[in-house]
């Protein structure tokens, strides 16, 4: 099929090189003129493990190309794909790129004689797609939604594993309020066989990835809260408290004697918090949202409430533990707000990284891909070392914040021969406190705290 995409940023691009890779005729399209020639050029504008490859490819084969011309794109595409972004603002998501794409849609439909799907894939609050978007097209383009097709279906794609995601999907939700655009996405998607196809209406789709995302950041700010209780109490690792509840069969059942182990137990994890460009901005939209519609969410709220408090009381820790830290030189690893990705939308590591600032602290960081973006944030007064040696060199004490491979495996005698003084304190809690501490390494790990007597 012919299929254009508008959004050519982590989710357009993806899922654009990945039809296109599965055999469909795609045209990607973005306002940003960089963002385009950088795409033709076989050059991914972010960083995404296999994407600069598979762009090459698929350019390569003539199945893809980028542009900044949604005329043309459109009218010679089935179905048009909306992947622009929906931040959070202040008061609630922030429709403004897809009001703007929406007219724009309209406008072309207005000229064009065929039959058009437009899906929206971006995230938007239940009875967007519906009300708001269908309204804004229905004007502008002078139709009725049915003389074109309107659809949803959300994305559930994870950044630094975005094309194992999309390639492979456990399901694809498809929001459709009648048969002829359900049909044609159930075309496009036909790609993907074996693959459940779930048929909603327009605002249940809208929901799921609501839904999906609430219950994702509900068990890291849970895993969170437990932390923090066994901290106030001590002598509690929390660590061990969650593996103790892994085993539980309910969640963790053992197949001829192998624990399955499911993805989902990843999220029952403590650290200093969860960022990015979807977690933290989803739930915050789907409160202020369901706060406009008379429902106070307790659970959501207070999800996002521990999540806030995370770095701050992280930073708390390290001046219990090491006191004033003005002037003091603190490395920081890791600024993306996960592995494998240069995104650093919401990180843990930059709020952390503020706080330390405002403490008066000296900020070394290092990241293995996300320095540049890290740049961009001018009020941000941090050095940039070239890598983790660099930054350690001299330290007073060292945060790891993104579990980066390369930093876990970091030996304990190279912290203690590149540090001033060997403190460490383990945001993600991935080394083995005894092995550090039998190596001379003072060490403090989220949910951890040795009982003071
Ligand atoms: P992004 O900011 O990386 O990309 C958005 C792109 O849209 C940008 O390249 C921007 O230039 C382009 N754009 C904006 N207005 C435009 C216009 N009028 N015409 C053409 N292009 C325009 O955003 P993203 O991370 O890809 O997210 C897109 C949507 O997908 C959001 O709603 C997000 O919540 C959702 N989502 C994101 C992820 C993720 O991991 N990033 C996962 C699932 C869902």
Known sequence: MKVSIVGAGYVGLITGVCLADKGHEVICVDKVPERIAMINNKHSPIYEPGLDELLERVIGKGT??????MAWAINVSDITIVAVGTPYREQGIDLSQIEEVSKEIGLI?????SYHVVCIKSTVVPSTTDTYIANIIEKFSEKYVGDFGLCMNPEFLREGNAIEDFMNPDRIVIGANDN???SAMKELYGVFKDTPILRTNLRTAEMIKYTTNSLLAL??????EIANISEAIGNIDVQEVLTGVCFDKRLNPRINNTLVNPGILAYLAAGCGFGGSCLPKDIKSLMAFSEKTGYVPEIIKATIKIN??????FVQRMEREIGDLSNKKIAVLGLAFKPETDDIRESPSIKIIKRLIEKGADVFACDPVA??????LKSLDVKYSRNYQDALKGADACVLVTKWKEYESIRPDEFKQLMKTPVVFDGRRVY?????????IRYFGI???EERN
């Open 447 to 449: 949910g951890l705290v």
């Open 432 to 440: 083995d406190k005894a092995l550090f501490e039998s190596s001379g």
């Open 180 to 182: 002829k655009s359900f």
């Open 219 to 224: 068990l890291i700010s849970f895993s969170n």
């Open 371 to 376: 320095v540049e973006n890290a740049k961009r």
């Open 64 to 69: 893809f190309v980028a542009t900044l011309d």
């Open 308 to 313: 806030e408090i995370q770095p701050v009381k």
């Open 109 to 113: 439909l207005r000229e064009k004689e």
